[in-house]
Nanobody, 127 residues
Framework: VQLQASGGGLVQAGGSLRLSCAAS????????MAWFRQAPEKEREFVAVISLSASITRYADSVKGRFTISRDNAKNTVYLQMNNLKPEDTAVYYC?????????????????????WGQGTQVTVSS
């Protein structure tokens, strides 16, 4: 599985961005998909996760109400809509895939739950 993240950029506080993550392969609908982020000198942290059929989503408290994760299984793509961005959202954003599809039975917020990672896309929010 290869994951290609895109959509990052520079935006002012209060602005919006939509990240995309395109996956290779024909079994995308079997993957639990997630977004993580990593700010300079900080550990990678969980942002959001979405179940196979998009029926279940979870968010970090810091982004709840501002970010929305979604997926289009026909396009093998997961999205992260980010609204009302804040300077503290500045980070490299990574998409991740759990190819077993069992993340919701384990720990969706841990990096070790996911076995495939994209290369990351930089999001910078200016104040």
């Amino acid at each position: 599985v290869q994951l290609q993240a895109s959509g990052g950029g520079l935006v002012q506080a209060g602005g919006s961005l939509r990240l995309s993550c395109a996956a290779s392969g024909r079994t995308f609908s079997r993957y639990t998909m997630a977004w993580f982020r990593q700010a300079p000198e900080k550990e990678r942290e969980f942002v959001a996760v979405i179940s196979l059929s998009a029926s279940i989503t979870r968010y970090a408290d810091s982004v709840k109400g501002r970010f929305t994760i979604s997926r289009d299984n026909a396009k093998n793509t997961v999205y992260l809509q980010m609204n009302n961005l804040k300077p503290e959202d500045t980070a490299v954003y990574y998409c991740a895939a759990d190819s077993s599809g069992t993340a919701f039975y384990r720990a969706t917020g841990l990096t070790t739950t996911y076995d495939y990672w994209g290369q990351g896309t930089q999001v910078t929010v200016s104040s």
